[in-house]
């Protein structure tokens, strides 16, 4: 996984860019009739119930754009809101707060879809030994808060892309000349460059699981679009030998069962890619 200073780098980036991008020259409504000297508060009020994620990135958000605007924070992030709390205050220059509005709420409504999401799907494996992961089916650009709304829920953290990690699906093992093939070069490039790189490999059924368990030093087996069955049967194989996963259009009816198959994970790309945000707004007051 990628190193506290390198996400923290990612936030920063993305940051300069959504402003870059919602400001551009200048936020002209407000630089049209709010005087330079102005001074305001408003509130983040919740419309929508659910899981809150984002206040901690908001707060990066409003002290990138003016270092003197103060948040008062009532609600960190994680917690259960319900519709019509108010999650924090946040007061300064007028202009610097409307500059800031947009991508605020932008943010902050996606990431507590993702951890109401996330919560969700956690809760509904609670009392297995199954965690959630999230994926890289993320929105480009923005993967970095996705990916800690994830967290922020509750679930896990899979790679954060495709340097952090090696993951040898379906196409890297059939463009390689198979499992094994694919594996031994795997290793060898790990070897030649000087990474230290976990290796999961993808399987399609049992018969690919038996390759895999032939080769050392696979990290996490990927038991990909297999049926409650199988994945029972996966999963006695592959035993202590090394970690389980499993993935393929697993939702809320399915999750339980597949934990309950005995795997140590569940990947789902849903918890980023078919969220609709919360309702949340900015008021003045």
Aim: charged share 25%; hydrophobic share 40%.
């Amino acid at each position: 996984m990628i190193s506290d200073s390198q996400f923290k780098n990612e936030l920063e980036l993305l940051i300069a860019n959504a402003i870059r991008e919602d400001v551009g020259p200048g936020d002209f409504s407000s630089l049209a009739c709010i005087p330079e000297s102005a001074v305001g508060k408003a509130k983040l009020l919740v419309k929508q119930d659910g899981i809150i994620a984002g206040v901690a990135f908001a707060k990066m958000i409003f002290h990138y754009v003016d270092t003197s605007l103060e948040v008062e924070t009532f609600i960190e992030d994680g917690q259960r809101v319900k519709h019509g709390d108010v999650v924090f205050h946040v007061s300064g220059s007028s202009q610097s707060i409307l500059k800031a509005e947009r991508v605020v709420l932008n943010s902050m409504q996606r990431m507590s879809a993702i951890a109401t999401k996330t919560n969700e799907y956690v809760q509904l494996v609670a009392g297995t030994k199954t965690k959630i992961l999230d994926t890289r089916k993320t929105t480009p650009g923005f993967r970095a808060p996705e990916k800690w709304a994830v967290k922020i829920g509750g679930g896990e953290n899979h790679r954060f892309a495709l340097y952090d990690m090696i993951m040898l699906k379906d196409n890297h093992i059939d463009f390689a000349g198979g499992i094994t093939l694919a594996i031994a070069k795997t290793k060898a490039f790990l070897k030649e460059n000087n990474l230290d790189l976990k290796i999961i490999v993808e399987a399609r059924d049992l018969e690919e699981i038996k390759e895999i368990l032939q080769s050392e030093g696979v990290h996490r087996i990927l038991i990909d679009n297999f049926n409650y069955e199988d994945t029972r049967k996966a999963v006695a194989l592959i035993g202590n030998q090394c970690q389980t996963e499993s993935s393929g259009n697993i939702n809320e009816t399915t999750i339980r069962q597949y934990a309950e198959c005995g795997v140590n994970y569940i990947s789902s790309g849903a918890l980023t890619h078919s969220v609709a945000n919360m309702d949340l707004s900015l008021k003045a007051f």
